[in-house]
C-alpha cells in the first residue's frame, strides 16, 4: 500500500510538472501567435488606408493653397462687386472650400487639423481686417490691393504653416 502510495504521488509530480511544462509552451507559442497576427493586421491595415490617407494629404494641401489669398482673388475675383459684398463672397468661398474638405480629418493627426482649421480662420480674419479699412465706396478691386498688402507684410502665412505641418506628418507617415 506504502509502495502504491508512492507511486502514485511520484506519477502526479511527474504528470503535473508534464502538464505545466505543455502547458507554458502553448501559452508561450499562443503569445507569439498572437504578436504575429496583430503585427500582420497592422500591416494590412496600413496597406488598406494608406491610399486614403495620401489622398486626404494632397486635398488638405490644395485645400490650404485654394484658401490662401493669392489663390482665393486669382479665382474669384469680380470687379462687379462693391467691397462689401465681394468681403462676404471671399469669406464665403473660404468656409465653403473648408466644409467641402472636413472629413479629410479622419486621416490627419489632431494637431495639424486644428493647424488647418486655425489657417482658415485666420484667413477669414484678414478678409475682414481688410475689409474693415474701406469705405462704403471701395471696390473690389481696392479689397484685393488691401488684402495683397497686408499678405506681403507676413512672412509666413497660416496656410503655408499648415501646408508645411501637413507635410511633415506625411513624411512622417512614409
Given amino acids: 500500500m506504502m509502495k502504491a502510495l508512492i507511486f502514485l504521488s511520484i506519477m502526479l509530480i511527474t504528470c503535473g510538472s508534464i502538464v505545466l511544462i505543455v502547458f507554458r509552451f502553448l501559452k508561450k507559442q499562443s503569445s507569439k501567435e498572437v504578436i504575429k ?67 479629410q480629418q479622419i486621416f490627419i493627426s489632431p494637431v495639424t487639423w486644428e493647424i488647418m482649421k486655425s489657417s482658415k480662420e485666420e484667413v477669414i480674419k484678414l478678409i ?24 506681403a507684410q507676413v512672412e509666413q502665412f497660416p496656410t503655408e504653416i499648415a501646408v508645411e505641418a501637413l507635410k511633415k506628418e506625411f513624411q512622417d507617415l512614409l
Fill in 37 to 103: 497576427l496583430r503585427t500582420e493586421l497592422r500591416k494590412q491595415r496600413q496597406e488598406f488606408f494608406l491610399p486614403s490617407r495620401l489622398d486626404a494629404y494632397q486635398r488638405s494641401v490644395l485645400l490650404m493653397e485654394r484658401i490662401h489669398p493669392n489663390s482665393l482673388i486669382m479665382r474669384t475675383h469680380n470687379p462687379g462687386l462693391n467691397a462689401k459684398l465681394y468681403q462676404a463672397e471671399l469669406a464665403k468661398s473660404v468656409r465653403n472650400e473648408f466644409e467641402h474638405n472636413v472629413a
Fill in 128 to 151: 475682414h481686417m481688410a475689409g474693415n479699412h474701406m469705405d462704403e465706396k471701395a471696390t473690389s478691386i481696392q479689397l484685393c490691393e488691401k488684402i495683397m498688402e497686408i499678405v
